[in-house]
């Protein structure tokens, strides 16, 4: 069966710095990974997206993601954190409709 | 574009009751998602239809079940509420996953559902 794993349930960074968010998944066949992000008292939001091709994927708000198969891993950076990115952050992987989501990242940006 | 909408926004019940979660999704979806979203427990897959069927479902019991109309509307069930039912019913839509792999799901602002 397919699953994530995040690593670390809160991550704090400052304003401007590096922003990094684990995930490692488990899948016997080839997955299709997912980063979301979940304002406060809001629905999920898709940041990027792999599912083949290029191992390095951009997303939205400056996020991007790489896929490492021999490390299992498709970690969530972003070089330059801002305010606006507090909030909760899910790794997902799926096959045909399900769609097994990590335990969430509250990440916290401060001043 | 209207997104994915859900009804109602909040939900109070005792044990014991029912509770009815509605769900509409992004025009020309066909398949929709429900997810349970538990304080400290994160996001657990519940339900998928497509096209009228249910498709997958998540480890639930049986007391949570739901359908879907030929809108591609869906209602999510839940019967003999307990306490631990209480969380965030999240809904989300996609368009029918093809070949080529799972298309990305949208999703709804969710429904509150609060047990006493």
């Known amino acids: 069966a397919q699953s994530v794993t995040q690593l670390g349930s809160h991550v704090s960074v400052s304003e401007g710095a590096l922003v990094l968010l684990r995930c490692n998944y488990s899948s016997s066949v080839p997955p299709y990974l997912f980063w979301y992000v979940q304002y406060p008292n809001q629905g999920l939001q898709l940041l990027l997206k792999?599912?083949?091709?290029?191992?390095l994927v951009k997303g939205i708000n400056g996020f991007e993601a790489e896929f490492k198969k021999s490390e299992t891993s498709f970690h969530l950076t972003k070089p330059s954190a801002h305010m606006s990115d507090a909030a909760e952050y899910f790794c997902a992987v799926s096959d045909f409709g399900d769609m097994r989501f990590g335990a969430g990242t509250r990440l916290t940006v401060k001043p | 574009e209207a997104g994915v909408t859900q009804s109602p926004t909040h939900l109070i019940k005792t044990r014991g009751q029912q509770a009815t979660l509605r769900c509409s999704p992004i025009?020309?979806?066909?398949?929709v998602y429900w997810y349970q979203q538990a304080l400290g427990l994160g996001l657990q897959f519940l339900l998928w239809y497509d096209e009228g069927e249910e498709r997958n479902r998540g480890n639930f019991p049986p007391r949570f079940s739901g359908r879907q109309f030929p809108n591609y509307s869906s209602e999510l069930n839940v019967n003999a509420l307990e306490l631990e039912d209480s969380a965030l019913y999240l809904c989300?839509?996609?368009?029918?996953?093809?070949?080529?792999?799972?298309?990305?799901?949208?999703f709804g602002p969710g429904t509150r559902l609060t047990v006493l």
């Open positions: 025009s020309g979806h066909t398949s």
């Open positions: 792999y599912t083949t091709g290029a191992t």
């Open positions: 989300a839509s996609s368009l029918a996953s093809l070949a080529g792999g799972p298309n990305e799901q949208f």
